[in-house]
């Protein structure tokens, strides 16, 4: 349909609908976990860092602080993460189930990746990652 390409200059079409895409794909390649990928990023983050202050893990993650205080509300819920309270700072610790997830949350994300990289080839997946993730850290600013 050549009427796709109206928009194709527009960063925030293309980017939306990369999102779109990729989304899809990483709900597939995650599902085995029983987590969005987005919780699965969250598990991963707060298993490789025991203790990690919320407002360190929103930086991580590239969210606001509200959105992972909602998101690791929900995660402790599903006895996926502990909060501690340590004066005006909450730190974030793994559980024993979210520990136990590692390795399957990181197979889903091997799994994502070869996925993309089988249809972009691995030059251009790893190059794409690379341009993407500068952009979104030079217009976070």
Do not use: H
């Not at 779109?20 to 995650?30: L, Q, V």
């Not at 501690?84 to 909450?90: K, Y």
């Amino acid at each position: 349909m050549e009427n796709r390409k109206d928009y194709c200059r527009c960063l925030y079409y293309s980017a939306n609908a990369l999102s779109r895409a990729i989304t899809k794909m990483a709900e597939e390649a995650f599902a085995d976990t029983g987590l969005p990928p987005s919780y699965a990023f969250l598990v991963m983050s707060i298993n490789k860092y025991p203790g990690i202050p919320a407002g360190e893990l929103a930086e991580l993650q590239m969210l606001t602080p509200s959105t992972i205080t909602r998101l690791v509300e929900k995660l402790e819920k599903k006895g996926l993460a502990r909060r501690v309270n340590e004066g005006r700072s909450t730190l974030v610790f793994p559980t024993p189930a979210s520990v136990a997830l590692s390795e399957k949350i990181k197979a889903a994300w091997s799994g994502l990746y070869r996925k993309y990289a089988a249809i972009l080839g691995d030059e251009e997946a790893r190059s794409l990652t690379s341009r993407i993730y500068d952009a979104a850290l030079a217009l976070e600013e």
